[in-house]
């Protein structure tokens, strides 16, 4: 079965950089865009970006333009996400789906990021 | 990039139907038929119910349902079960690099 297992809860200052990996299995890694979504406490989803592993394309929203780098490692099916110059705001858990007709058909489990000084 | 309008909350008795509306612009739900719906229940991830307006994943029941008007989509849950009670969003594919989800509505399951 489909299964995409991300990394542990994250503890960053205000500034620094976040890294957040995606290893994916059950499926063909580069077969399907890699996407990632953010959800602070209590509220909504908010689409961040995709990469696909097959073309090595990628995107974000303009929202995080300059701030997020997302990547991956074929060798280990595994995508990551890297979010800098963290704010406050940025505080959130951060989950990694498997996109299939521009919808996240499998998801991560999350992962909790906090930034806090 | 905005986000869809959703209403905050919907509710129901079990065994009755309920609709949630997602309405977006001629720019994303209007244009394209790439609307999902996702359930969410708490501190677990979203789980895909619907896409492309209307389709259902596999082992999604098909009590639930997905259709479209104009700039508004919409998820209708018929025989609300008391396993549905769990927040649901929409989103729509809204161009390159945009991708808006709606606010969310929790649904209640009286």
């Known amino acids: 079965q489909v299964q995409l297992v991300q990394s542990g809860a994250e503890v960053k200052k205000p500034g620094a950089s976040v890294k957040v990996s995606c290893k994916a299995s059950g499926y063909t890694f580069i077969s399907s865009d890699i996407n990632w979504v953010r959800q602070a406490s209590g509220q909504g989803l908010e689409w961040m970006g995709w990469v696909n592993p097959n073309s090595g394309n990628t995107g974000h929203a303009q929202k995080f333009q300059g701030r997020v780098t997302m990547t991956w490692d074929t060798s280990i099916s595994t995508a990551y996400m890297e979010l800098s110059s963290l704010r406050s705001e940025d505080t959130a858990v951060y989950y990694c789906a498997r996109w299939i007709a521009l919808a996240g058909a499998n998801w991560g489990q999350g992962t909790l990021v906090t930034v806090s000084s | 990039q905005s986000a869809l309008t959703q209403p905050p909350s919907a509710s129901g008795s079990p065994g009755q139907s309920v609709t949630i509306s997602c309405t977006g612009t001629?720019?994303?739900?209007?244009?394209?038929?790439?609307v999902s719906w996702y359930q969410q229940h708490p501190g677990k991830a979203p789980k895909l119910m619907i896409y492309?307006?209307?389709k259902r994943p596999s082992g999604v029941p098909d009590r639930f349902s997905g259709s479209k008007s104009g700039n508004t989509a919409s998820l209708t849950v018929s025989g609300l079960q008391a396993e549905d009670e769990a927040d649901y969003y929409c989103?729509?594919?809204?161009?390159?690099?945009?991708?808006?989800f709606g606010g969310g509505t929790k649904l209640t399951v009286l």
């Open positions: 989103s729509s594919f809204a161009g390159s690099n945009n991708l808006p």
């Open positions: 492309e307006v209307s």
């Open positions: 001629s720019s994303d739900v209007g244009a394209y038929n790439f």
